[in-house]
């Protein structure tokens, strides 16, 4: 189901933003700290640090389940390029067989570095990282919070003359 949402006067198709943005766009929802509200804002670091702590698991869980995804499909390709697949297995993936001399380990990595098919996993586990990275980020916040908090606590007090 598609959500469409305006967006600073402009209709967005909320389906089209990357998960990073998506996760971006949550976070400069929960990271503000209403100086009114500062009680439920310090009461609310564990449920915010639990939501991001389970989107953070999450990732990391795609991110090994790609390096996996990784690995068969560098280990396929070396198989291919050095010419040891089965006929059938090259009837299902749909290729023709490899006709060249087989590579030597320097020509296959540069081989394995240029294939496409190796580059779309890759650049999977870039974003993936990328997105991770940024969670990490988020959750290093969240446990910078209550210290935010206290400065600013601290800051009010010492602004009206008193001690903490």
Not at 103 to 132: F, R
Request: charged residues 35%; positive net charge; proline residues 3%.
């Amino acid at each position: 189901m598609r959500k469409v949402i305006r967006e600073k006067g402009k209709i967005v198709d909320e389906t089209k933003k990357s998960p990073l943005e998506l996760i971006v766009e949550e976070w400069e929802r929960d990271a503000p700290i209403d100086a009114m509200d500062i009680a439920n804002k310090t009461l609310s670091v564990p449920i915010l640090h639990s939501k991001y702590l389970r989107m953070l698991a999450s990732w990391k869980t795609k991110r090994s389940k790609l390096a996996v995804k990784l690995a068969e499909v560098r280990r396929f390709k070396t198989r291919y390029y050095n010419g040891e697949l089965t006929r059938d297995e090259l009837q299902s993936a749909n290729l023709p067989q490899y006709q060249y001399k087989r590579p030597l380990k320097a020509e296959l990595e540069a081989m394995l570095l240029a294939d496409s098919d190796v580059n779309k996993v890759q650049t999977q586990i870039e974003a993936v990282d990328t997105i991770i990275f940024a969670l990490e980020k988020i959750m290093e916040s969240i446990k910078d919070r209550n210290f935010t908090i206290s400065n600013y606590l601290r800051a009010q007090a010492y602004t009206r003359g008193e001690t903490l």
